[in-house]
Nanobody, 123 residues
């Protein structure tokens, strides 16, 4: 089974940028649709972005569209989330996950959740 480890979070001022990484173990990474999710304090986890097997298909939550970019490198078993123009409301723990079939908002996922990586945006 694929295991996921998120990294790259930190503290940044509003308007700044961060790039998150999600490294996956296992040889079947390229067979999964990958997605990023986030959970802010006191809120439910929410979908952020998804990317298809080859990287050709992507989908974003309205709240991050135009600011965040999801990408993947199947040779490195890694999916990325480039976050620009960060806002205080982007503060959350960010997680990645996967599923075998394309569904834009990834309402269900296939793998156990990892530890996530904390992103804090100060105003």
């Amino acid at each position: 089974q694929v295991q996921l480890v998120e990294s790259g979070g930190g503290l940044v001022q509003a308007g700044g940028s961060l790039r998150l990484s999600c490294a996956a173990s296992g040889r079947t990474f390229s067979m999964y649709v990958m997605g990023w999710f986030r959970q802010a304090p006191g809120k439910e986890r929410e979908f952020v972005a998804a990317i298809g097997w080859s990287g050709a298909n992507t989908y974003y939550a309205d709240s991050v569209k135009g600011r965040f970019t999801i990408s993947r490198d199947n040779a490195k078993n890694t999916v990325y989330l480039q976050m620009n123009s960060l806002k205080p409301e982007d503060t959350a723990v960010y997680y990645c996950n996967a599923k075998p079939n394309w569904e834009a908002t990834m309402s269900s996922v296939a793998l156990p959740w990892g530890q996530g990586t904390q992103v804090t945006v100060s105003s």
